[in-house]
């Protein structure tokens, strides 16, 4: 089993939908959740940051963690052509520990 | 949060030849790292570059290699050596700041090995 599964299918929902992607882990000594963003040829921007389960709210993006489940979400409300990106999920358990990545969602959203 | 540049963006290289990453971070940080992306697959951790030692190589990274320095707490190299078409690939550099667990990352480096 993976360490981070991110199911890499791409996305594609119109303008205005709401965008729901999910990672599921394996390694209960995860503490520390990101998202990340990345446009074509670029590299990735950290986008959303949560420590530990609940839930944490910047604009339109929402970040979901549920450690009993072992199961990170991430929303964005009322998606614009803009946030068409792929979306990777990255977890740590903290300190010097090394980031463990999935596999990126490719997003589109379609005008 | 750091800013880091990264150059060249992208090269094309002769198999057989090698080709030096730059990495300059606009702030003192405690880690940086080198990964490397290819289409479709995740992040690969490559090595961390330790300052004013040898780097950690993940397995199946080898110094030969992929060899790396970091003169200062702001400056990282790769070198990819002997390069054939496989190490064609988008690399790219990463820093993180004292005990945070989060990273931040370089615009990558878009690698063709003809």
């Known amino acids: 089993q993976k360490e981070v599964e991110q199911d890499p299918g791409p996305l594609s929902v119109p303008e205005g939908a709401i965008v729901s992607l999910n990672c599921t882990y394996s390694?209960?000594?995860?503490?520390?959740f990101m998202w990340y963003r990345q446009y074509s040829r670029k590299g990735p921007e950290l986008l959303m940051y949560?420590?530990?389960?609940g839930n944490k709210e910047d604009g339109r993006f929402t970040a979901q963690v549920d450690k009993s489940s072992k199961y990170i979400s991430l929303f964005i409300r009322d998606s614009q052509p803009s946030d068409s990106a792929t979306y990777l999920c990255?977890?740590?358990?903290?300190?010097?520990?090394?980031?463990?990545f999935g596999k990126g969602n490719q997003v589109v959203v379609i005008p | 949060s750091a800013v880091i540049s990264q150059k060249p963006s992208r090269d094309i290289c002769q198999r057989g030849t090698s080709l030096t990453i730059q990495c300059q971070v606009d702030?003192?940080?405690?880690?940086m790292f080198w990964y490397r992306q290819q289409p479709g697959q995740s992040l690969t951790l490559i090595a961390t570059?330790?300052?004013?030692?040898?780097?950690?190589?993940e397995s199946g990274f080898v110094i030969d290699k992929f060899p790396i320095s970091r003169p200062n707490l702001t400056f990282s190299t790769l070198t990819v050596s002997n390069m054939s078409p496989e190490d064609s690939s988008i690399y790219l550099c990463?820093?993180?700041?004292?005990?945070?667990?989060?990273?931040?990352f370089g615009q990558g480096t878009r690698l063709t090995v003809v």
């Open positions: 990255a977890m740590s358990a903290g300190g010097n520990n090394r980031l463990a």
């Open positions: 949560t420590y530990s389960s």
């Open positions: 390694n209960s000594a995860f503490q520390y």
């Open positions: 570059a330790n300052q004013g030692s040898e780097a950690t190589y």
């Open positions: 990463s820093a993180k700041t004292g005990g945070a667990a989060e990273a931040f």
């Open positions: 702030s003192q940080v405690t880690m």
